[in-house]
Each structure stands twice: as C-alpha cells, then as structure tokens.
C-alpha cells in the first residue's frame, strides 16, 4: 500500500507541468483540461509499469504525448471515408459536397437499426462509444472491466459491418 502512496504523491508533485504541454498540443484550453485528466487517469491506471527511480516527468509526457497523437489519428479516420470504386480513392469530409438527405436519412435509419438488432451485451456498450463517451468511461458505468469493454465493442462493429454490407 505504501508503494501506492509514494506513487500518487509522485504523480502530484510532478503533474502541473503537464497543463502547459498539453495546451501546447491542443491549442484548446477545455481539450486540453481533458487531456490533462486522461494522461492522469493513465498514469495512475498503469503505474504498475512505472519504474521506480525513472524520470516520471519523461513517463508523464510519453503518456500525454501517445494519447494525443491516438486521439489524432481517431479523429483524422472518421473525418476520412474510403470509397470502394474501382481506383480507390480516400475522401476527406471536409471537402464541400451536396448530399442527398433523404438517401442519408433513410442511411441512418438502417444504421439505427441494425444497432438496435445487437445482442444486448454488445449494444449498451456501443451505444455509449457512439454517444462520445470513452471506454473507461463505460466501464465504471457498466462496472466491468476495461478490456471486456474494448471487446464487445470491436465485436459489435464486427456485427454491424457485417449486417450494413448487405444493404
């Protein structure tokens, strides 16, 4: 237990630099203010592999600086669409187009209802990764386990790939 303590007693002597870097890398102070608390919540998740001695502000920055670009790339695959024609082209969201509501909306429809036709230990927990919240999150709502979590996740965007190639 006293391991612990030493531990969290570290991690708050050593923490307030981490807002400054983390504005730096959002440029947001609110984004930032989340990742500051993610990069904390890590830390203390996994401080087990913190090695005693070591430089905790060089862990401390590996941590903020690997969630950060993980977000990124999150980010940077849904603003992201593959179209499956025969040249293979990736197209970028944010270019300017004229959409069909009615197809999207009948899209989406199809889409709200192949979630619902999930078994339900994998849709409370998808619904809530669809929601925006993050999978620990959903853990502690759910109270299960993290990677329980993560894997019915992955196994319900299994089911729904699946089930929306058909259409």
Do not use: C
């Amino acid at each position: 237990m006293s391991e612990n303590k030493e531990f969290n007693n570290l991690l708050i002597n050593n923490a307030e630099f981490l807002k400054p870097f983390a504005v730096n890398l959002t440029k947001n102070s609110e984004t930032a203010n989340d990742l500051y608390q993610e990069t904390l919540y890590k830390a203390l998740a996994n401080h087990e592999k913190y090695n005693a001695g070591t430089n905790i502000k060089a862990w401390l920055f590996t941590i903020m600086r690997n969630i950060f670009i993980n977000d990124y790339r999150r980010n940077a695959k849904r603003r992201t669409i593959f179209d499956n024609t025969a040249e293979d082209y990736l197209i970028n969201m944010r270019q300017v187009s004229v959409s069909n509501t009615a197809e999207g909306s009948l899209r989406e429809k199809e889409i709200k209802a192949a979630i619902e036709n999930l078994p339900e230990t994998f849709k409370v927990p998808f619904q809530l990764y669809f929601d925006g919240f993050k999978y620990h999150e959903i853990a502690e709502y759910l109270e299960e386990p993290l990677g329980t979590i993560k894997s019915r996740i992955h196994f319900a965007r299994k089911l729904l790939k699946e089930q929306i190639r058909r259409y």
